[in-house]
């Protein structure tokens, strides 16, 4: 049962232009979402977090945005660059505690990969 | 400033190998993770130690064991290896367990390990 889903998994443009990554996920309880980017050969590295309050966090080039009642959140990547090509993974957290287990965890996407052509 | 250092960062063991993964952290975090990335998987916690002291298993923990020897020290041990043990594994750390409280975990590189 994958709790979060990443549903494209390449997705290319050009530079200059936006780049829209998506995530769906089906556990209510996530109360904390995250991007992070891998290079390949690395580790993932996080960019950029939004937390269940806000339906919208920005941070220079990057937006996310979260619908809670759609269960979906995305990423905005404007302008594009080349140096931007990279894995993207979705990832969710929730901080109440519940008997599952999964507080504090970080569930992850799929993955990704974005390509900016020059 | 050296962050999440894994070692080693490639391996190639026979089936039925044991090997031991070794995770430091230098930023002071408390708690610790290692994942799995398989492809088309995404990353999946094999096991996490939330303080020092404290191990607990993830969500794919079979076949693996865990120790936490210090605060900066996180090490993933594979007693008998399998073939479906192949995979890219990461450690990582944060400040807190919580993430929901704005702690993102930081990852180190990876360990690439072949099981033939």
């Known amino acids: 049962d994958q709790q979060v889903k990443q549903n494209s998994p390449s997705l290319s443009v050009q530079e200059g232009r936006i780049s829209i990554l998506n995530c769906d996920y089906t556990?209510?309880?996530?109360?904390?979402f995250l991007w992070y980017k891998k290079y390949p050969a690395e580790g993932p590295t996080f960019l950029i977090s939004?937390?269940?309050?806000?339906d919208k966090n920005e941070d220079g080039r990057f937006t996310v945005f979260l619908n809670k009642s759609a269960k979906h959140l995305s990423l905005h990547i404007v302008p594009s660059q080349p140096g931007d090509s990279a894995v993207y993974f979705c990832?969710?957290?929730?901080?109440?505690?519940?008997?599952?287990?999964?507080?504090?965890?970080?569930?992850f996407g799929q993955g990704t990969t974005l390509q900016v052509k020059p | 400033n050296a962050g999440v250092t894994q070692t080693p960062k490639f391996q190639v063991l026979k089936t039925g190998q044991s090997m031991t993964l070794q995770c430091a952290q230098d930023?002071?975090?408390?708690?610790m993770y290692w994942y799995r990335q398989d492809p088309g998987m995404g990353l999946r916690l094999i096991y996490y130690?939330?303080?020092?002291?404290?191990?607990d298993k993830g969500e794919v923990p079979n076949g693996y064991n865990v120790s936490r020897l210090n605060k900066r020290e996180f090490s993933l041990r594979l007693e008998s290896a399998a073939p479906s043990q192949t995979s890219v594994y990461f450690c990582?750390?944060?400040?807190?367990?919580?993430?929901?409280?704005?702690?993102?975990?930081?990852f180190g590189d990876g360990t690439r390990l072949s099981i033939l």
């Open positions: 130690s939330a303080s020092e002291g404290t191990t």
């Open positions: 930023m002071n975090h408390n708690s």
């Open positions: 939004i937390s269940s309050i806000k």
């Open positions: 990582a750390s944060s400040g807190i367990q919580i993430t929901a409280f704005g702690q993102p975990q930081h």
């Open positions: 556990n209510s309880m996530f109360d904390y």
């Open positions: 990832a969710a957290s929730q901080g109440g505690y519940d008997g599952s287990g999964n507080t504090g965890k970080l569930i």
